[in-house]
């Protein structure tokens, strides 16, 4: 497994402004990944961000909105712009098994936004 | 459309009971298969992986896959209240490597 911390674990922003979010991880890791949940819904796939490449975002979801960076093989960043009241929800990040081998998915702890 | 359904719950079991978790998923092309286990205002944890037909044992838990009937279940035995949580269903189709999620089954064990 990996061990992945999420800064900030949660914030409360005004509506119009951004929050960028940060993913590190111990081990170098090839695909992370960023999802949301919102309160008593399941997981929804925003994107997957790999090295050195462009994010690929979900249906629904577009880089404008979400601009994501993945800088080196353990970390990355999901930035939500323009925030509006509809963006509160919590944001995972996730990882793949860093041995590469299961397929297996990892997150780190979360973070909580309200946008007010 | 990959589909994964989980009935909602709750499931609401005693303590020291088998809880009984259920899951389907739409694509027969799915291989391999997971459940993680989600405390209210935390993230998943993976507890369970399963990717060939038949029982998979670890500890109090059990996963149970049948690809035929497309069908895998996670079965907790001696259930404490500390299993009361939301288990997430998710599979990965061959050639994938994002899983789909279903929504969660609201486990709770009283005392």
């Known amino acids: 497994s990996a061990v992945i911390s999420q800064k900030p674990s949660r914030d409360i922003c005004q509506r119009g402004t951004s929050l960028t979010i940060q993913c590190q991880v111990d081990s170098q890791v090839t695909m992370m990944f960023w999802y949301r949940q919102q309160p008593g819904q399941s997981l929804t796939l925003i994107a997957t961000?790999?090295?050195?490449?462009?994010?690929?975002?979900e249906s629904g979801f577009v880089i404008d909105k979400f601009p994501i960076s993945r800088p080196n093989l353990t970390f990355s960043t999901l930035t939500v712009s323009n925030l509006s009241p509809e963006d509160s929800s919590i944001y995972l990040c996730?990882?793949?098994?860093?041995?590469?081998?299961?397929?297996?998915?990892?997150f780190g702890p979360g973070t909580r936004l309200t946008v007010t | 459309q990959k589909e994964v359904e989980q009935n909602s719950g709750p499931l609401s079991v005693p303590e020291g009971a088998i809880a009984s978790l259920n899951c389907t998923y739409s694509?027969?092309?799915?291989?391999?298969f997971f459940w993680y286990r989600q405390y209210s205002g935390k993230s998943p944890e993976l507890i369970m992986s399963?990717?060939?037909?038949g029982d998979k044992e670890d500890g109090r838990f059990t996963a149970q896959l049948n690809k035929a009937s497309q069908y895998v279940s996670l079965l907790i035995r001696d259930s404490q209240p500390s299993d009361s949580a939301t288990y997430l269903c998710?599979?990965?189709?061959?050639?994938?490597?994002?899983?789909?999620f279903g929504r969660g089954t609201s486990l709770i064990v009283h005392p």
């Open positions: 399963i990717y060939s037909n």
């Open positions: 961000a790999n090295q050195g490449s462009e994010a690929t975002y």
């Open positions: 996730s990882v793949e098994d860093p041995g590469g081998s299961s397929y297996e998915q990892y």
């Open positions: 694509d027969r092309g799915s291989q391999s």
């Open positions: 998710a599979v990965l189709s061959g050639g994938s490597y994002i899983p789909t």
